[in-house]
């Protein structure tokens, strides 16, 4: 676990930093501060939980966790989709961060599905 903890530390915090800068330019319009509120509060309940995660009491408290993490960097991802098929951002420009939601998505899956097999 050492070193997906080193990893997934940082690149949830990152994906958290980058949701911050990306919902500032978000249009002042009711919709966009709706969407941008629920983004920032899923994408930076990502790297909380996570660290959470780490200092889980035991294996099925751990998988429970990051059962969060994943449904939250999930959520995120939704909210990204939302506002380019709303149109009020390029998908060009979220691109690389909906790959970042979706690689850290694969890792933690990875993660539970390691601890899932530890408990067997």
């Known amino acids: 676990m050492a070193g997906k903890d080193e990893q997934l530390k940082p690149r949830t915090k990152q994906f958290g930093i980058r949701v911050i800068r990306l919902a500032e330019t978000l249009p ?4 966009g501060q709706v969407i941008g509120r ?3 509060r899923s994408a930076l309940s990502v790297g909380a939980n996570y660290r959470a995660a780490c200092r889980a009491r035991s294996q099925p408290d751990f998988v429970s966790k990051m059962g969060i993490v994943i449904e ?14 709303a149109g009020m951002m390029k998908h060009e420009r979220l691109v690389p961060l909906m790959d970042e939601a979706g690689q850290i998505t694969a890792m933690a899956v990875a993660s539970v599905k390691t601890a899932r097999a530890k408990l067997k």
């Open 72 to 85: 939250e960097i999930d959520e995120s991802l939704y909210w990204l989709e939302m506002l380019v098929e």
């Open 38 to 40: 629920q983004l920032l």
């Open 28 to 31: 002042k319009t009711a919709t």
